[in-house]
Structure formats: structure tokens, C-alpha cells
């Protein structure tokens, strides 16, 4: 590779990937799977179909397990009703 004679380089430190983007996919792939996994997926789509609807915010009618595309605001939304959801 090209960084072979580079002293003390690590490919890790300069092809990290973004930041951003690595959170939300842990957040989706991980936190809402446990969460899923903890209260079923019924009952956390019933959760998240009754919130107060929020101008601004993205209004899960039929909660967040169906969804197949997730867009970063939505994906937003969710991290932002997650803990209040759980609470109950």
C-alpha cells in the first residue's frame, strides 16, 4: 500500500468513516432492534402512532418497524421520541 513507508501511519485514523452517518446506522441497526426486541414491535408501533403530532417533526402513524426507507430527518425524529416511547 501506498502509506507503507509512511513511520507510525495507521489506516484507521485517516479512513474513519463519518461521523454522522456511522451514529444514526448504529443508532437504527442497534437501539431501535433492542427496543424492538424489549417491547414488541406491536406495541412500540401503538406507542409511536399515538404521540401528539409536533409541526416540524415527523408524525409515525403507523409507528417505525414497517418502515423499508428511512430518511436521516425521519431517522432524527425517531431518536428524538425514542426515550419518552420507552418510558411509556
Known amino acids: 500500500?501506498?502509506?507503507?513507508?509512511?513511520?507510525?501511519?495507521?489506516?484507521?485514523?485517516?479512513?474513519s468513516p463519518e461521523a454522522l452517518h456511522h451514529?444514526?446506522?448504529?443508532f437504527w441497526d442497534h437501539d431501535v432492534q433492542w427496543c424492538k426486541n424489549a417491547l414488541g414491535s406491536?406495541?412500540?408501533?401503538?406507542?409511536?402512532?399515538?404521540?401528539?403530532p409536533i409541526v416540524g417533526l415527523h408524525h409515525f402513524k403507523d409507528g417505525i418497524t414497517t418502515l423499508k426507507q428511512v430518511t436521516g430527518r425521519a431517522k432524527?425524529?425517531?431518536?428524538?421520541?425514542?426515550?419518552p416511547v420507552i418510558a411509556g
Open 23 to 26: 451514529w444514526y446506522g448504529e
Open 76 to 83: 432524527r425524529d425517531v431518536q428524538r421520541y425514542i426515550v
Open 1 to 15: 500500500p501506498f502509506f507503507r513507508d509512511w513511520p507510525l501511519s495507521d489506516p484507521a485514523n485517516f479512513f
Open 42 to 52: 406491536q406495541e412500540l408501533d401503538f406507542r409511536y402512532s399515538v404521540l401528539q
